[in-house]
């Protein structure tokens, strides 16, 4: 007897495949769990039918994809993150770090779909490979930029300590400071 699958049978065969298989199997196991229908002339063209369908949905599906696909290949995606003197980040850049900024793009992309072999750590220009609908690929742009960290308060100025017009600023303030405090005393006399 010739039946359709319905299913993925192991040892048997594919969905929508036509295979030969004994009658008392067809009947008391693959047609009781709906794993295939008989292969008569109306399920045959059935079938056919929803190859068709299927087959015009795939190409839709990929259609759209690359569309896709050609606009987020133009995007740059850029990141500053904390680095070392090498170039190493402290940190790294992950796939959800790269969709959260995809999704800030307008671009809906599962976090499973973007290729990293391993997080990025460095600073500069990365490739990423992102599989979208219908197994189509896009690679986008990553850079990656090293955070400007504010200087620390405690070392000296480089521009103020070598002109030496800090020392005459603050001179000055003590003099215009000296008259202040003598006239608030009471004591000072009418020059």
Known sequence: MEVILQEDVTHLGHIGEI??????????????????????KRNVRELEHQRRVVEEKRKRVA?????VADRMGKVELLFTARAGDGGKLFGSITNQ?????LREKGFDVDRRRIKLDDPIKSVGDHKVT????????????VQVAALDEPKDETEPESA?????????????AAVDAEPASDSADGDSQPV
């Open 130 to 141: 992102v599989t979208l609908a219908a197994g189509v690929p896009c690679e986008i742009s």
């Open 97 to 101: 770090d790269i969709e959260k900024e």
């Open 63 to 67: 259609a759209t994809a690359q569309e």
């Open 160 to 172: 103020e300590a070598s002109d030496g017009s800090a020392e005459q600023a603050a001179g000055e």
């Open 19 to 40: 295979v030969k298989v004994r009658d008392g199997y067809a009947r008391n196991y693959l047609f009781p769990r709906g794993l295939a229908v008989l292969a008569n």
